[in-house]
């Protein structure tokens, strides 16, 4: 019997070894990747159908949170990308911070989306007035400098420093830029759900003092009313937090602030309705375009490439851009 399947075997691959050749190699060309990736013009997601409010308000229009495609570099592509516009190419080194390797940013990347989703819910019920009450604030390591002298551990939840309260990153980062380098402040932090004592000392950089950690603030909360909000396993980053917010708040209020419109746009946002600075405006803008959008909204640094790239293609949309949420609201009411 094994015989017989050997000589089968055997006797398929010399008619059709050619073939079988070519496939292989068409295979390990799609299969190696080499260390670069490929941004290419994105879409919106419309967050009507991702974020729902018990009770909440009907909208006539819809709030679009834009997002950027990337492709993984393997040969076929990256050839592909030479004659396709708008599809760029990027150094995979450039996607992440000094001694993080790929696994470790999608991961950090994770935790920004977590973190922007919780500021997007409570911006959006603060300025609606309605009840939210922060139960835990946690402040999640997610990246230690190779130069820091510390022995926090990557995930660990930092609490104080010198026996003041970290409510925030711009705490810790307002506490050490006062102090003076080789200063060893004591801290406490969460691990395992236990707290610790811990350390670190204070360096000098370019940018300042620092004592070489990274964290990214989620939250523990309750609201009222209760809220839902869904996002793909393939979804990261902090790029859509102002969408959210915006979606959130207009489903906590009377007025419509969609005014009918398409609306896609870009940012992050702080539980203070602060409005951050976004990569790839420019695939995002496009992919705007591509699905009619009416409007889009970018934060206030990378308003003017947007401007740019819409009047070099002759886009028809209408971009408007923010520092904050409240600016963003004045804007949408002149529409």
């Not at 969460?190 to 989620?218: H, L, M, P």
């Not at 206030?300 to 851009?321: H, L, M, P, T």
Request: charged share 30%.
């Amino acid at each position: 019997m094994f015989n017989k399947i050997y000589e089968k075997t055997k006797d398929f691959i010399k008619e059709n070894y050619k073939s079988l050749i070519v496939l292989v190699c068409v295979f390990l060309l799609f299969m190696v990747e080499l260390p670069y990736s490929i941004y290419t013009p994105g879409g919106a997601v419309n967050l009507n159908d991702r974020i729902k409010v018990l009770d909440g308000e009907e909208v006539e229009g819809s709030f679009n949170m834009a997002y950027v495609s990337m492709v993984r570099g393997s040969i076929p592509f990256l050839l592909l990308s030479k004659v396709i516009p708008d599809w760029d190419i990027v150094k995979s080194e450039d996607l992440t911070i000094e001694g993080e390797d790929m696994n470790e940013m999608v991961a950090r990347e994770k935790l920004y989306l977590e973190e922007s989703r919780d500021a997007a819910v409570i911006n959006a019920y603060k300025k609606a007035n309605k009840e939210i009450k922060i139960k835990e604030v946690i402040n999640n390591v997610s990246y230690i400098s190779e130069e820091a002298d510390t022995n926090i551990q990557v995930g660990d939840n930092i609490l104080s420093i010198n026996d003041i309260e970290v409510s925030s990153l711009n705490d810790l980062k307002d506490y050490v830029t006062k102090l003076d380098k080789d200063i060893k402040v004591k801290l406490k932090v969460k691990r395992d759900g236990k707290e610790k004592e811990a350390y670190a000392v204070t360096y000098k950089t370019d940018d300042g003092i620092k004592i070489g950690v990274s964290f990214i603030t989620t939250y523990e909360y309750q609201v009222n009313p209760e809220i839902k909000i869904e996002s793909k396993a393939s979804e990261m980053g902090s790029s859509g937090g102002l969408m959210m917010s915006l979606t959130i708040y207009n489903q906590l209020i009377k007025e419509d602030i969609t005014h009918g419109k398409k609306i896609v746009g870009t940012g992050t946002i702080d539980v203070d309705g602060n409005v951050g600075e976004i990569g790839g405006v420019k695939y995002k803008l496009i992919g705007a375009v591509r699905k009619k959008a009416d409007i889009f909204i970018c934060p206030e640094e990378n308003y003017q490439e947007a401007v740019e790239i819409a009047k070099e293609r002759d886009f028809k949309i209408k971009i408007i851009k923010g520092k904050t949420f409240d600016e963003v609201l004045n804007k949408l009411k002149d529409i």
